[in-house]
Protein backbone atom coordinates (compact mmCIF):
# COMPACT_ATOMS: atom_id res chain seq x y z
CA UNK A 1 0.00 0.00 0.00
CA UNK A 2 1.58 3.53 -1.16
CA UNK A 3 1.49 5.68 2.21
CA UNK A 4 3.01 8.41 0.72
CA UNK A 5 1.20 11.69 -0.17
CA UNK A 6 1.38 14.03 -3.78
CA UNK A 7 3.73 16.61 -3.60
CA UNK A 8 1.50 19.16 -5.86
CA UNK A 9 -0.99 20.09 -3.44
CA UNK A 10 1.40 21.17 -0.99
CA UNK A 11 4.19 22.68 -3.44
CA UNK A 12 0.59 25.10 -4.43
CA UNK A 13 0.47 26.02 -0.58
CA UNK A 14 3.81 27.16 -0.35
CA UNK A 15 3.66 28.99 -4.25
CA UNK A 16 0.20 30.69 -3.14
CA UNK A 17 1.41 32.10 0.47
CA UNK A 18 1.91 35.51 0.11
CA UNK A 19 3.43 35.98 3.84
CA UNK A 20 7.49 35.15 2.96
CA UNK A 21 8.02 33.89 6.36
CA UNK A 22 4.98 31.20 5.75
CA UNK A 23 6.49 30.77 2.25
CA UNK A 24 9.98 29.62 3.48
CA UNK A 25 8.46 27.69 6.08
CA UNK A 26 6.30 25.68 4.01
CA UNK A 27 9.00 25.33 1.55
CA UNK A 28 11.33 23.50 4.38
CA UNK A 29 8.66 20.95 5.09
CA UNK A 30 8.26 19.87 1.38
CA UNK A 31 12.06 19.63 1.11
CA UNK A 32 12.00 17.51 4.03
CA UNK A 33 9.15 15.50 3.40
CA UNK A 34 10.58 14.69 0.03
CA UNK A 35 13.43 13.90 1.12
CA UNK A 36 12.02 11.58 3.20
CA UNK A 37 9.79 9.80 1.11
CA UNK A 38 6.71 11.06 2.32
CA UNK A 39 5.64 12.92 -0.69
CA UNK A 40 6.15 11.67 -4.30
CA UNK A 41 5.30 13.18 -7.58
CA UNK A 42 2.47 11.02 -9.22
CA UNK A 43 1.04 13.10 -11.92
CA UNK A 44 -2.63 13.99 -10.43
CA UNK A 45 -4.40 16.75 -11.75
CA UNK A 46 -3.14 19.21 -14.19
CA UNK A 47 -1.55 22.43 -12.71
CA UNK A 48 -3.59 25.73 -12.21
CA UNK A 49 -2.93 28.32 -14.59
CA UNK A 50 -2.20 31.75 -12.32
CA UNK A 51 -0.87 35.09 -13.21
CA UNK A 52 0.72 35.25 -10.25
CA UNK A 53 2.35 33.76 -7.39
CA UNK A 54 1.96 34.23 -3.95
CA UNK A 55 3.66 37.45 -2.38
CA UNK A 56 2.96 39.95 0.36
CA UNK A 57 1.32 43.32 -0.66
CA UNK A 58 5.31 45.33 -0.15
CA UNK A 59 7.16 45.77 -2.31
CA UNK A 60 5.34 48.10 -3.82
CA UNK A 61 5.69 47.03 -8.01
CA UNK A 62 6.65 48.61 -10.90
CA UNK A 63 8.19 48.66 -14.34
CA UNK A 64 12.03 47.97 -14.10
CA UNK A 65 12.69 51.55 -15.44
CA UNK A 66 10.80 52.70 -12.86
CA UNK A 67 13.07 51.63 -9.60
CA UNK A 68 14.68 54.35 -8.64
CA UNK A 69 18.38 54.45 -9.03
CA UNK A 70 19.98 55.33 -5.55
CA UNK A 71 24.18 55.88 -4.41
CA UNK A 72 25.71 52.97 -2.26
CA UNK A 73 27.49 56.12 -0.53
CA UNK A 74 24.43 56.77 1.52
CA UNK A 75 22.66 54.10 3.88
CA UNK A 76 19.38 54.58 1.88
CA UNK A 77 21.01 53.93 -1.39
CA UNK A 78 22.94 51.09 0.47
CA UNK A 79 19.61 49.17 1.73
CA UNK A 80 17.95 49.72 -1.78
CA UNK A 81 21.07 47.77 -3.20
CA UNK A 82 20.37 45.04 -0.42
CA UNK A 83 16.93 44.75 -1.05
CA UNK A 84 16.81 44.29 -4.42
CA UNK A 85 19.07 41.44 -3.98
CA UNK A 86 16.67 40.48 -1.18
CA UNK A 87 13.89 40.77 -4.01
CA UNK A 88 15.38 38.31 -6.54
CA UNK A 89 15.79 35.86 -3.88
CA UNK A 90 12.44 36.05 -2.57
CA UNK A 91 11.13 35.07 -6.60
CA UNK A 92 13.55 32.69 -7.56
CA UNK A 93 11.92 30.72 -4.30
CA UNK A 94 8.40 31.10 -6.32
CA UNK A 95 10.37 30.14 -9.57
CA UNK A 96 11.57 26.90 -8.06
CA UNK A 97 8.53 25.91 -6.87
CA UNK A 98 7.09 26.61 -9.44
CA UNK A 99 9.16 24.33 -11.60
CA UNK A 100 8.40 21.46 -9.35
CA UNK A 101 4.88 22.35 -9.13
CA UNK A 102 4.36 22.89 -13.20
CA UNK A 103 6.27 20.54 -15.28
CA UNK A 104 4.81 17.01 -14.03
CA UNK A 105 5.37 13.61 -16.09
CA UNK A 106 8.92 14.03 -15.38
CA UNK A 107 11.54 12.14 -13.41
CA UNK A 108 11.45 12.22 -9.64
CA UNK A 109 14.98 13.45 -9.83
CA UNK A 110 13.42 16.53 -12.16
CA UNK A 111 11.16 17.86 -9.46
CA UNK A 112 13.75 17.44 -6.02
CA UNK A 113 16.03 19.17 -8.10
CA UNK A 114 13.95 22.11 -7.97
CA UNK A 115 12.14 21.35 -4.46
CA UNK A 116 15.73 21.72 -2.86
CA UNK A 117 16.77 24.87 -5.07
CA UNK A 118 13.28 26.55 -3.77
CA UNK A 119 14.93 25.74 0.07
CA UNK A 120 18.04 26.80 -0.63
CA UNK A 121 16.40 30.14 -2.18
CA UNK A 122 14.25 30.33 0.67
CA UNK A 123 17.97 30.26 2.91
CA UNK A 124 19.22 32.73 0.34
CA UNK A 125 16.21 35.25 1.09
CA UNK A 126 16.32 34.20 4.77
CA UNK A 127 20.12 35.49 5.18
CA UNK A 128 19.91 38.77 3.09
CA UNK A 129 16.81 39.71 4.73
CA UNK A 130 18.53 39.71 7.91
CA UNK A 131 21.27 41.66 6.35
CA UNK A 132 18.80 44.50 5.31
CA UNK A 133 16.86 44.53 8.56
CA UNK A 134 20.63 45.20 10.01
CA UNK A 135 20.56 48.39 8.76
CA UNK A 136 17.25 49.47 9.87
CA UNK A 137 15.21 48.29 6.23
CA UNK A 138 12.81 45.32 5.94
CA UNK A 139 11.68 43.30 2.78
CA UNK A 140 8.96 45.83 1.12
CA UNK A 141 10.50 49.11 1.96
CA UNK A 142 11.82 50.07 -1.46
CA UNK A 143 9.97 49.78 -4.85
CA UNK A 144 10.53 46.51 -6.71
CA UNK A 145 10.05 44.76 -10.70
CA UNK A 146 8.39 41.82 -11.27
CA UNK A 147 11.01 40.71 -14.48
CA UNK A 148 11.93 37.32 -13.11
CA UNK A 149 8.05 36.36 -12.44
CA UNK A 150 7.45 37.82 -15.80
CA UNK A 151 9.58 34.78 -17.52
CA UNK A 152 8.10 32.42 -15.29
CA UNK A 153 4.76 33.16 -16.62
CA UNK A 154 5.81 33.18 -20.30
CA UNK A 155 7.33 29.90 -19.85
CA UNK A 156 4.38 28.46 -17.76
CA UNK A 157 3.78 26.05 -20.64
CA UNK A 158 6.94 24.42 -21.52
CA UNK A 159 9.32 22.72 -19.12
CA UNK A 160 12.22 23.48 -22.47
CA UNK A 161 11.46 26.70 -22.55
CA UNK A 162 11.79 27.18 -18.70
CA UNK A 163 14.92 25.65 -18.28
CA UNK A 164 16.49 27.40 -21.67
CA UNK A 165 15.76 30.46 -20.54
CA UNK A 166 15.50 31.08 -16.76
CA UNK A 167 18.57 29.37 -15.42
CA UNK A 168 20.02 29.48 -18.38
CA UNK A 169 19.96 33.59 -19.33
CA UNK A 170 18.40 35.44 -16.03
CA UNK A 171 19.65 33.02 -13.23
CA UNK A 172 23.52 32.96 -15.84
CA UNK A 173 23.41 36.93 -15.41
CA UNK A 174 23.58 36.75 -11.68
CA UNK A 175 26.95 34.44 -12.28
CA UNK A 176 28.11 37.38 -13.88
CA UNK A 177 27.11 40.56 -11.60
CA UNK A 178 27.18 39.24 -8.04
CA UNK A 179 31.71 39.37 -8.33
CA UNK A 180 31.29 43.27 -9.23
CA UNK A 181 28.39 43.68 -6.15
CA UNK A 182 30.62 41.70 -3.45
CA UNK A 183 34.24 43.84 -4.73
CA UNK A 184 31.51 46.72 -3.47
CA UNK A 185 30.40 45.69 -0.69
CA UNK A 186 33.61 44.26 0.61
CA UNK A 187 34.71 47.92 -0.18
CA UNK A 188 32.70 49.36 1.99
CA UNK A 189 33.33 46.73 4.77
CA UNK A 190 30.62 44.55 5.25
CA UNK A 191 31.85 41.78 5.75
CA UNK A 192 28.88 39.86 6.95
CA UNK A 193 27.11 40.85 3.52
CA UNK A 194 30.06 39.13 1.84
CA UNK A 195 29.96 36.00 3.64
CA UNK A 196 25.82 35.84 2.50
CA UNK A 197 26.86 36.54 -1.57
CA UNK A 198 29.55 33.57 -1.04
CA UNK A 199 26.63 31.60 -0.42
CA UNK A 200 24.47 32.40 -3.19
CA UNK A 201 27.21 32.84 -5.44
CA UNK A 202 28.21 29.01 -4.84
CA UNK A 203 25.12 28.01 -4.71
CA UNK A 204 23.63 29.85 -7.87
CA UNK A 205 26.42 28.16 -10.06
CA UNK A 206 24.91 24.64 -9.24
CA UNK A 207 21.61 26.14 -9.97
CA UNK A 208 22.22 27.06 -13.22
CA UNK A 209 24.43 23.89 -13.93
CA UNK A 210 20.75 22.09 -12.73
CA UNK A 211 19.29 23.94 -15.04
CA UNK A 212 21.44 23.11 -18.13
CA UNK A 213 21.38 19.43 -17.04
CA UNK A 214 17.54 19.39 -17.51
CA UNK A 215 17.61 21.54 -20.68
CA UNK A 216 19.93 18.87 -22.26
CA UNK A 217 17.91 16.08 -20.91
CA UNK A 218 15.05 17.63 -22.25
CA UNK A 219 16.85 18.78 -25.80
CA UNK A 220 17.59 14.94 -26.08
CA UNK A 221 14.48 13.46 -25.32
CA UNK A 222 12.72 15.79 -28.37
CA UNK A 223 16.10 15.43 -30.88
CA UNK A 224 16.75 18.88 -30.41
CA UNK A 225 20.03 20.16 -31.10
CA UNK A 226 20.58 22.78 -27.78
CA UNK A 227 23.01 25.19 -29.11
CA UNK A 228 21.42 25.72 -32.33
CA UNK A 229 17.86 25.72 -30.34
CA UNK A 230 18.83 27.92 -27.40
CA UNK A 231 20.73 30.49 -30.12
CA UNK A 232 16.89 30.61 -31.48
CA UNK A 233 15.25 31.13 -28.22
CA UNK A 234 17.22 33.54 -27.34
CA UNK A 235 16.24 35.81 -30.38
CA UNK A 236 13.11 34.86 -30.56
CA UNK A 237 12.59 36.18 -27.07
CA UNK A 238 14.50 39.17 -27.80
CA UNK A 239 17.36 38.50 -24.58
CA UNK A 240 20.11 40.04 -23.40
CA UNK A 241 22.80 37.05 -22.99
CA UNK A 242 25.92 38.87 -21.95
CA UNK A 243 25.22 42.69 -21.00
CA UNK A 244 28.36 44.12 -19.55
CA UNK A 245 31.80 41.74 -17.50
CA UNK A 246 30.83 37.89 -18.58
CA UNK A 247 32.32 35.65 -15.40
CA UNK A 248 33.69 32.74 -18.30
CA UNK A 249 34.90 31.06 -15.19
CA UNK A 250 31.32 30.50 -12.99
CA UNK A 251 29.30 30.16 -16.57
CA UNK A 252 31.35 26.73 -17.47
CA UNK A 253 31.84 25.03 -13.92
CA UNK A 254 27.63 25.54 -14.33
CA UNK A 255 26.98 23.49 -17.61
CA UNK A 256 28.04 26.14 -20.70
CA UNK A 257 30.57 24.66 -23.00
CA UNK A 258 33.46 26.92 -24.37
CA UNK A 259 32.22 26.79 -27.39
CA UNK A 260 28.36 27.55 -26.67
CA UNK A 261 29.53 30.79 -24.84
CA UNK A 262 32.29 31.71 -27.82
CA UNK A 263 28.91 31.41 -30.32
CA UNK A 264 26.96 33.04 -27.68
CA UNK A 265 28.99 36.21 -27.53
CA UNK A 266 29.65 36.42 -31.45
CA UNK A 267 25.73 36.02 -31.36
CA UNK A 268 25.29 38.85 -28.65
CA UNK A 269 27.66 41.40 -30.51
CA UNK A 270 25.58 40.63 -34.12
CA UNK A 271 22.45 42.06 -32.71
CA UNK A 272 24.39 44.74 -30.96
CA UNK A 273 25.83 45.68 -34.70
CA UNK A 274 22.56 45.27 -35.92
CA UNK A 275 23.59 42.42 -38.40
Known sequence: MNTTQSVYPALLSALQASSPEEKCRQTALIFSGFSDGLFDNRPSEKPLDFREAGRPAKPELVPSRAVRARKMNTPEGYAAMLHAICHIEFNAINLALDAAYRFRNLPTAFTGDWIRIAKEEAYHFQLMRGRLQAYGFDYGDFEAHNHLWDMAYKTAFDPLLRMALVPRVLEARGLDVTPAIRAKVAQKGDLATCDV?????????????????????????????????????????????????????????????????DMLEDFEQSLKAGV
Open 197 to 261: LDIIYRDEIGHVKTGNRWYQYLCAERGLEPTALFRNLVARYDLFIFRGYVNIEAREQAGFSRFEL
